[in-house]
């Protein structure tokens, strides 16, 4: 079968990226971050969408560059569909189809959960079919059975906030800067993950809740900072590691219950939170005690990327999966 050339665009968040790839090896991934959030502690939607419109072509024309391709020799043009912030996918989704169609080239159209859990197939080690991939980012947390690219199962959701939104909103909690999480996580290397004691959301089935934490964090401060106002800046990397460390137990314990009942032994993690130094090292703990394979992409490709939409694609493409010139960006877009 012939191997084809796609160039890929991500646009669901604050990062704007392009990829190319042939025959299922990235000759270019390129992604532009966007510092003006920072001042404002998070993503504004409409800020957002106008940095897309200033970053898509110059990161376009760098990808082909890097990956010495001219537009013409492209086979497809992806992007993503959703789920994401509405203004964000659509900049991406008009630019992609009127490139496809200047083009006279087919148009893909992919899912951003997927493409995160494809992302394991962008490098060796790969993991083998089926196994289970605990997907975690500031704006998702999903326990998914992977039985091929296109047949994926949703077994176990958040029922309120993401992981990664727990891990930035108890940071700005402690005052950290934006984006909090890695900050979080570089102080809690630093503490100890027991000294303070916070509830791990307990649900049914293999859901996450992580709302009961940031309420139970915002009045244990608030208690404790009334007889003390720097209690804080005093037990700053005790505090960070116990919150991590109470996270990452709600996600393990889900992900052990759903490996164990559907009988799973390849484990994979993906997202932005997946670079988690502390994530990853209770992971591994875990998956050499049970006996697992554990598999995580490298950090480029854990965090928002068009080189995993790419990967995504190209599945699609030999799939025959593609989308009519119609088709509208879906901030809601479902995994099924």
């Known amino acids: 079968m012939h191997s084809p050339v796609i160039l890929a665009i991500e646009s669901s968040c604050d990062d704007t990226s392009a990829a190319v790839m042939a025959g299922g090896e990235i000759l270019a991934n390129v992604v532009a971050t966007q510092q003006v959030h920072e001042q404002y502690g998070g993503v504004v939607p409409e800020l957002a ?23 013409s020799a492209l086979d ?4 993503t569909q959703g789920p994401g912030l509405l203004g964000s996918l659509l900049v991406g989704s008009m630019f992609a189809k009127t490139f496809a169609q ?13 493409a995160h859990i494809l992302a394991h197939f962008i490098r060796a080690p790969r993991p083998a079919f089926p196994f289970l991939c605990l997907t975690v980012s500031g704006g998702h947390t999903q326990l998914v059975i992977v039985r091929s690219p296109m047949d994926m199962q949703v077994i176990g959701q958040t ?13 700005k909690l402690l005052g950290l800067p934006y984006p909090g999480g890695p900050h979080l996580d570089k102080q809690a290397k630093l503490g100890n993950p027991t000294r303070f004691s916070f509830p791990v959301g307990a649900m049914p089935g293999y859901d996450f809740s992580f709302s009961g934490l940031k309420t139970s964090v915002l009045y244990f401060l608030r ?33 052990v219950r759903a490996a164990e009942d559907n009988g799973l032994t390849q484990i ?50 030999e799939n025959g999966d593609f989308a009519s010139p119609l088709v509208s960006p879906d901030p809601r877009l479902k995994l099924t």
């Open 49 to 71: 969408s106008r940095a897309h419109q200033q970053h898509l072509i110059p990161v376009v024309q760098e990808a082909l560059r890097r990956a010495k391709v001219d537009k």
């Open 76 to 79: 497809a043009v992806a992007f």
């Open 102 to 114: 200047a083009l006279d080239k087919p148009l893909i159209a992919v899912n951003h959960m997927r």
């Open 159 to 171: 029922i309120d906030d993401a992981a990664g939104e727990a891990f930035d909103k108890t940071a």
């Open 223 to 255: 208690q404790q900072t009334a007889q003390n106002p720097d209690f804080v800046a005093e037990n700053l990397a005790d505090l960070c590691a116990s919150i991590q460390h109470t996270i990452i137990q709600t996600l393990l314990r889900q992900l």
């Open 268 to 317: 994979a993690l993906a997202g932005g939170v997946a670079a988690n130094s502390g994530l990853r090292a209770a992971l591994t703990a875990l998956t050499a005690e049970k006996g697992w394979e554990v598999f995580i992409p490298d950090f480029e490709f854990c965090t928002d990327n068009a080189g995993m939409v790419a990967m995504t694609a190209h599945f699609q493409y």
